[in-house]
C-alpha cells in the first residue's frame, strides 16, 4: 500500500491517520519521539510540573502529527 510510494508512514487500513512505520526513516522517527518522552517523563516530572510536562508532551506529539503529515500517506476515513 504506502511501501510502493516511499511513504514512512502508510495509512491505517481502518479508520483515520497513520499505521506503524514501513520503512527505517519512520521506525527512526518513532523511536526518537518515544525516548524524548521518555526524557520529557524524567525532566519534566508529572506529579512536580504538570503544565511543563503536558507542554513538552503536547509539542513532542505534535512534531510526530507534522511528520507522518509530511512523510505518511495521505490520511482518509478508511473502512477497509
Known amino acids: 500500500m504506502g511501501e510502493e510510494r516511499g511513504y514512512w508512514f502508510p495509512a ?6 497513520w499505521g506503524l512505520p514501513t520503512r527505517w526513516q519512520g521506525w527512526a522517527v518513532l523511536i526518537a519521539y518515544l525516548l524524548l518522552l521518555g526524557l520529557a517523563i524524567l525532566v519534566f516530572r508529572p506529579d512536580r510540573t504538570p503544565v511543563a510536562f503536558l507542554a513538552s508532551t503536547g509539542i ?9 503529515w509530511l512523510k505518511g500517506e495521505p490520511p482518509k476515513w478508511r473502512w477497509g
Open 60 to 68: 513532542l506529539s505534535l512534531g510526530l502529527v507534522g511528520i507522518c
Open 12 to 17: 491505517k487500513r481502518y479508520g483515520w491517520g
